[in-house]
């Protein structure tokens, strides 16, 4: 999947009844345990109201002229507004979307920043043509990574030169930005940046800002979890001996959902809570609304000695904290607080600041990353039943277009998918906005096809489908990319060369200690081989029922990916691709765990690693190049369709049309 960042649909009572009224909605509900969370049937639901506005122009001129009188009254002199929400979520929710508010733009990725007389909005190249509709006169489109452009940080020092003021709400920006931005501002005759602790955005917004959500939490059985929360704690505990800390000051959503063993519903896609939490040697707490606290959920917590305190009494809590750090300087070890180096500036600053917090990588993100035995069952279990919902899927579609000569198009396709995976045991509802695609779509990486607004797909170009669901035993998340009628040589080979990728990283063996950045290059080999590449990342992190994106750990370029090596119990994703842009687009993509192999030699005393797939859906035949490959790669091609036929052939028995298409596409391949 794609690094998206899609709008929660909890935009309005309306759009609130939608979710409980719609179909699939009703029918989550009635999973175990009531879990649920909006799918994307309801978010196009959503997009239907919403289609006029995303391509029309929005007037901000009263916004604008009311943020800045605020502006005026605190002699702020220019004012940044970020798309984050203050658990530096990669989704937010409808309220949290001030960005989009003030700007009138309403893509996923963007700074706003208001001067005094005059404003700039910077994206990135996704969204350039969108911007340029959604924006008005007032503002200023930065196209970011354009040559001659400059970022929105060098914008703001621009604006801030001769001595003006910048201000931010500091609980959305880490402290990292927050000091680079503060250095820029002031190298360029600025006179700094400043926290504002009142967010200008949300008063000017007022009443019409929509409320935050309010979904009930429920507990995770250890049927799931496989470790319960008080062993969870005490080994964070142990990590705060380690790092001689008083405490831990939690602020990353789906962290706390997984050390509690608690879901929740307040963001779309992802089963967290608006939630911090504030773990000590000795004493644990949970700052959620109370509203939100089931009897069922607030037992439970009781049991694991966990007070529940209200979310907004943090700050409270945290100035105390400090403040009485502060008083005991002599004390013997001197106090000290850690947080997320995805924190934000705010809560650095309520605890203190520098002199007592410590930034590091969550020791949660860590430990959440390294699944136990029962979760990793969970994702070989909920794959198999994942699998067989994409089966059936693509049997049926291509029964659609090819036999029936049925006109669908990308939504109503994806819908039919939502609609099967519905059914299957467990399931809670989508891990990510589905990306149906054809032709030319396929190319665009991060496509989503609005209601109304997508095309018809074609039986004889390339069809690539990425999409994921959330089950209560874990997270899935597949790309196949099919061609349902006479594919070019062109699109064969292209399609080959990504899956002898797919495959060489899948059978890679590599000592203990080896991170993403350096294998891969094996995923993108043999497009290197032909001159070719893609521009994105091979893997990511998935949760166990949280997150479709985890981290700490990746597999791809990105600088962070040196850092974090890949361990046993990783879940991560192997998904190369290739773009041909305006025909075609390539992606194939499984779901892998990090497993410790047995190998001839153990060089260094050193354990070694490699990859367990547990994704189960066939590739497709008709666009592999049997000429391209070697007799090992048909043998793994071979074992990997007959493990698929083995394990999802019983969800058929009584579906003749989905088992022929099964057997057709599993069937044992032979070099020419």
């Known amino acids: 999947m794609r690094c998206m960042r899609v709008r929660s649909c909890f935009a309005s009572p309306l759009l609130r009844t939608l979710v409980v009224c719609s179909p699939l909605a009703r029918q989550a509900t009635t999973l175990p345990g009531a879990f649920h969370i909006a799918t994307r049937r309801t978010f196009q639901t959503t997009s239907a109201f919403r289609a006029a506005e995303e391509i029309m122009t929005v007037d901000t001129s009263a916004r604008l002229a009311a943020l800045r009188q605020l502006m005026r009254e605190r002699k702020v002199d ?17 309220c949290d979307a001030r960005r989009e508010f003030i700007s009138g733009f309403s893509g996923s990725a963007g700074t706003a920043v208001v001067a005094l007389d005059k404003a700039a909005l910077a ?111 005490a080994e964070l505990r142990k990590e705060l001996v380690k790092e001689k800390a008083t405490g831990f000051v ?31 040697h000795d004493s644990a707490a949970l700052y959620v609304d109370d509203s939100k606290v089931t009897d069922e959920c607030r037992k439970y917590l009781e049991e694991n000695k966990v007070s529940v305190k209200p979310y907004d009494a943090l700050t409270i809590d945290t100035r105390a904290m400090a403040a009485e750090a502060a008083a005991e300087k002599a004390s013997d070890p001197p106090k000290k607080y850690l947080i997320s180096n995805k924190a934000s ?38 794959h198999v039943r994942d699998g067989a919902a994409l089966i059936e899927y693509f049997a049926w579609l291509e ?39 054809t032709g030319p779509n396929a190319a665009i990486i991060h496509y989503k096809p609005e209601r109304g607004n997508c095309s018809v797909i074609d039986p004889n170009a390339v069809y690539l489908c990425d999409s994921g669901a959330q089950y209560l035993d874990g997270t899935t998340d597949t790309t196949r990319t099919l061609h349902f ?8 080979k292209a399609y080959t060369l990504v899956l002898k990728g797919n495959m060489a990283l899948d059978m890679a063996v590599f000592p203990k200690g080896t991170n993403g950045f350096a294998i891969d290059c094996l995923a993108r080999q043999f497009l290197w081989q032909s001159g070719l590449d893609y521009r994105h990342g091979t893997g990511h992190g998935v949760g166990s029922f949280l997150n479709v994106h985890e981290g700490p750990f990746g597999i791809g370029t990105r600088k962070q990916y040196i850092d974090v090596a890949l361990a046993a119990g990783n879940v991560t994703s192997i998904e190369p691709g290739y773009y041909e842009d305006g025909a075609y687009g390539i992606r194939i993509e499984n779901i892998a765990l990090v497993r410790e192999v047995n190998t001839e030699h153990r060089f260094g005393d050193k354990p070694y690693l490699g990859f367990e797939h547990v994704t189960m859906v066939p590739f497709c035949r008709n666009l592999i190049d049997t000429k391209l490959l070697t007799q090992p790669e048909v043998d793994w091609l071979n074992k990997y369709h007959a493990d698929i036929l083995e394990k999802t052939k019983d969800y058929f028995k009584d579906d003749s049309l989905t088992m022929d298409w099964l057997v057709r596409e599993t069937k044992e391949l032979a070099l020419p």
């Open 485 to 492: 009628g006479t594919p070019t040589a062109a699109e064969k």
């Open 345 to 382: 500036w705010a809560l650095k600053l309520d605890l203190g600041g520098d002199k007592l917090v410590e930034e590091i990588r969550s020791p949660v993100g860590d430990a959440k990353a390294v699944k136990n035995e029962t979760e990793l069952n969970g994702m070989r279990n909920c």
């Open 78 to 94: 220019v004012y940044v507004v970020p798309s984050e929400d203050s658990h530096a979520s990669e989704y937010i929710a409808s």
């Open 123 to 233: 994206t990135d190249g996704r969204y350039f043509n969108q911007a340029a509709k959604q924006l008005d006169q007032n503002w200023l489109l930065l196209k970011t990574g354009m040559q001659d452009v400059p970022t929105w940080q060098e914008w703001t020092a621009e604006q801030a030169a001769g001595g003006k003021k910048v201000g931010v709400d500091p609980a959305l920006i880490s402290p990292s930005v927050a000091d680079k931005l503060n250095e820029s501002i002031k190298k360029g005759g600025g006179a700094g940046l400043e926290a504002i602790q009142e967010n200008l955005v949300d008063i000017v917004w007022g009443e019409a800002r929509p409320a935050r959500p309010s979904e009930p939490i429920r507990v995770l059985g250890s049927q799931y979890s496989g470790k319960d929360t008080a062993t969870k704690l």
């Open 399 to 437: 029964d659609q277009l090819v036999n029936k000569k049925a006109t669908l198009d990308e939504v109503t396709a994806a819908d039919k998918l939502e609609e099967i995976r519905s059914n299957g045991k467990d399931f809670v509802g989508l891990s990510f906005d589905t990306i149906s695609s």
């Open 250 to 280: 939690m602020s990353m959503l789906d962290d706390i959902a997984w050390l509690f063993n608690l879901r929740g519903n307040d963001i779309t896609y992802n089963p967290v809570f608006f939630s911090y939490a504030i773990i000590t």
